[in-house]
Nanobody
Framework: QVQLVESGGGLVQAGGSLRLSCAAS????????MAWFRQAPGKEREFVAR????????RYADSVKGRFTISRDNAKNTVYLQMNSLKPEDTAVYRC????????????WGQGTQVTVSS
C-alpha cells in the first residue's frame, strides 16, 4: 500500500498559478503511475493528469492541456502539478492517486487539497 499526502492548495485569482505536491510513502517501489483528479461541488470526479513513474510519460485532460504540467521527483517520491493560467472553473478539491504494477484502477488516494480560483 502507498500513502499519499497532498499540499499546495489555496486561493488564487484567475490567471494566477499554484503548484500542488503529492508525497508518496510506503511501497513506492511498485508504483506504476500516479495521477491527479479533481472534484468540484456537485460534479463528478474528473481526471486531470497522469505520469508514468518510471519513464515519465504524461497525459492530460483536454481542459488543462497547455496550462498544467505534471512532473515527478523520483528521489523524493513526490509528484507535482504546476497549474498556470488558472480559471474559476478549475476550482475543486484536487486529489492524487497511485496505481501499482498490475492494478487496473487507482487504489491509493490522498486526502485532497482545495484549490479555489476567484474571478
Amino acid at each position: 500500500q502507498v500513502q499519499l499526502v497532498e499540499s499546495g492548495g489555496g486561493l488564487v485569482q484567475a490567471g494566477g498559478s499554484l503548484r500542488l505536491s503529492c508525497a508518496a510513502s510506503g511501497r513506492t517501489s511498485s508504483t506504476y503511475d500516479m495521477a491527479w483528479f479533481r472534484q468540484a461541488p456537485g460534479k463528478e470526479r474528473e481526471f486531470v493528469a497522469r505520469i508514468i513513474w518510471g519513464g515519465g510519460s504524461t497525459r492530460y485532460a483536454d481542459s488543462v492541456k497547455g496550462r498544467f504540467t505534471i512532473s515527478r521527483d523520483n528521489a523524493k517520491n513526490t509528484v507535482y502539478l504546476q497549474m498556470n493560467s488558472l480559471k474559476p472553473e478549475d476550482t475543486a478539491v484536487y486529489r492524487c492517486a497511485a496505481r501499482t504494477v498490475g492494478q487496473n484502477d487507482f487504489r491509493s488516494w490522498g486526502q485532497g487539497t482545495q484549490v479555489t480560483v476567484s474571478s
